[in-house]
């Protein structure tokens, strides 16, 4: 996949939530704006992919997944491209859903991380850990 190409979430599967939380798409999509990096590409083009992945973020996968990409080397190229300064924030590699929802509480000066860094934390594994796609189980 290009790093300029919009990712194509299932639109349908996040309908329900997209409508109930979108103070937290335009909280996501404010994020990503302010992070955008102008010679990426259009305004319009910038707002495309800001609106997927805010929209994707809601999903119950790993981002990279829930924004039908095949890996999350490609949503790294892709936040890499259109929103570089923030991806240059995620200094440790920590799992972007992750990220981006740990930017915002930065933002309201909210902390609500068990540890006072992620080093000690005992949900380290979660935040930085591989990110595979979950197994599919039978009924």
């Known amino acids: 996949m290009k790093a300029h190409a919009a990712p194509a979430p299932d639109w349908e599967a996040l309908a329900d939530r997209m409508e109930s939380r979108r103070d937290e798409i335009v909280d996501l999509m404010s994020l990503l704006g302010d992070h955008a990096d102008p010679g990426a590409g259009s305004a319009e083009a910038v707002d495309t992919v800001a609106w997927a992945i805010a929209c994707a973020s809601l999903g119950d996968n790993h981002l990279w997944q829930d924004l039908g990409l095949p890996s999350r ?67």
């Open 73 to 139: 080397l490609e949503l790294s190229a892709l936040i890499g491209h259109w929103f570089p300064r923030l991806a240059a924030l995620n200094t440790h590699n920590m799992k972007w859903k992750k990220f981006l929802y740990k930017q915002l509480c930065l933002r309201e000066e909210l902390l609500i991380c068990k540890a006072p860094s992620c080093d000690v934390c005992p949900d380290h594994r979660v935040c930085f850990g591989p990110e595979e796609a979950p197994a599919i189980t039978s009924a």
